[in-house]
């Protein structure tokens, strides 16, 4: 079992930035992929980006566009969105997932098993 908590998020301005957490319970957290999503109001969820238990790292390229950054900490079970040049679109609640599974495309939400509750992002202009 894994629990997510998300913070970071808030109020911000066009063009600032903003860093996401998310930190992992439990002893499993070198062995699950993570995942960044974004639901912003009346939209689908959408996938922005995912790291690997190595470190790789994949992106919703048309969405992030270079702005957006996401690393891990397994020392501190907590994985991050570094988000630059944020606009009002990129308005949302964000939420972290992990999976425990191999081989799974990581840009969809039935991959990942565990989500966190989200953390609000706004972005006035």
């Known amino acids: 079992q894994v629990q997510l908590v998300e913070s970071g998020g808030g109020l911000v301005q066009a063009g600032d930035s903003l860093t996401l957490s998310c930190g992992a319970s439990?002893?499993?957290?070198?062995?699950?992929?993570m995942g960044w999503f974004r639901q912003a109001p009346g939209k689908d969820r959408e996938f922005v980006a995912a790291v690997t238990e190595s470190g790789a790292t994949t992106y919703d390229l048309d969405l992030v566009k270079g702005r957006f950054t996401i690393s891990r900490d397994n020392a501190k079970n907590t994985v991050y969105l570094q988000m630059n040049s944020l606009k009002p679109e990129d308005t949302a609640v964000y939420y972290c997932?992990?999976?425990?599974?191999?081989?799974?495309?990581?840009?969809?939400?039935?991959?990942?098993?565990?989500w966190g509750r989200g953390t609000q992002v706004t972005v006035s202009s």
């Open positions: 439990g002893r499993t957290f070198t062995s699950v992929a």
């Open positions: 997932a992990a999976t425990r599974r191999y081989s799974v495309p990581l840009g969809r939400e039935t991959s990942y098993e565990y």
